[in-house]
């Protein structure tokens, strides 16, 4: 199973063709969408990416697109925050695909927005992923260990950093301690992996995350640096997982 997470940036109005062109040729069985506020948007982007099941609401952030109907899909807001969409893939009966777009921010200050998004999910996952959940999106978060280019980043990020603290790594670190393990980073420890801007990666904000007896499913995560249209399509590359079938 291919599962694709992509940023498509303002709810993707007037770039869709773009957007739809780098799914296509992604060839995803699952996309988790983020800004993708707009229906009209998500489903010109299915349209041309040749995927037919379409799972949006209006307003949300979070969408979803599957190349079979999914088995089920819902989305939840615990705790009155920013929501997330909660996927059952037909292909795989039992594992559940949780699509998240958490608070921008490399602040403190944005940290703890993030935190309290976080909290409520695991309570709401009853604590931890247990076997078969997958936390996958732009989840706006720096993880330890990772280093953005915070030089080269615009002038005003630098100078929101400066006020209000430096890049914290709280949500990465409660997620692993509940139980997630970061796909990406445990397939590619040396990598930068930076999604964001596409056209000139600095940092990583985009994430796969999987339960810790999931991880030798994980045969390969990592953004896609070598799709034609993705610089032009979204300020984020597309984060790609792929997943043995279960044994």
């Not at 209006?58 to 009155?80: D, F, M, N, Q, Y």
């Not at 732009?138 to 950093?161: E, K, Q, S, T, Y």
């Amino acid at each position: 199973m291919r599962i694709v997470s992509y940023n498509i940036r303002f709810g993707g109005r007037g770039r869709t063709a773009y957007l739809g062109e780098v799914l296509r040729e992604l060839e995803p069985d699952v996309v988790l969408l983020q800004e993708a506020f707009d229906p009209a948007a998500v489903d010109q982007i299915s349209r041309v990416a040749g995927i037919e099941g379409v799972y949006r609401q209006p307003g949300w952030s979070v969408a979803a697109l599957t190349r079979e109907p999914a088995l089920a899909c819902a989305w939840h807001r615990p705790g009155r925050l920013r929501g997330f969409v909660e996927l059952h893939p037909r292909s795989e009966p039992g594992l559940r695909l949780i699509g998240l777009h958490l608070p921008a921010g490399l602040s403190r200050r944005g940290e703890r927005a993030r935190m309290r998004h976080v909290e409520a999910l695991v309570g709401w996952a009853g604590g931890g992923p247990g076997e078969s959940t997958l936390l996958v999106g732009d989840l706006n978060a720096v993880a330890r260990g990772d280093l953005p280019r915070v030089r080269a980043m615009p002038l005003w990020l630098r100078l929101l950093l400066h006020v209000n603290g430096p890049i914290r790594t709280d949500v990465l670190d409660a997620l692993g301690k509940a139980g997630w393990v970061d796909a990406y980073r445990r397939l590619s420890p040396s990598d930068h992996g930076y999604t964001l801007p596409a056209a000139d990666p600095q940092v990583r904000l985009d994430y796969v995350m999987v339960p810790a007896s999931f991880v030798d499913r994980v045969e390969r995560c990592a953004p896609a640096t070598d799709v034609r249209l993705a610089p032009v399509a979204s300020d984020h590359l597309p984060l790609v997982a792929d997943l043995r079938p279960r044994a």
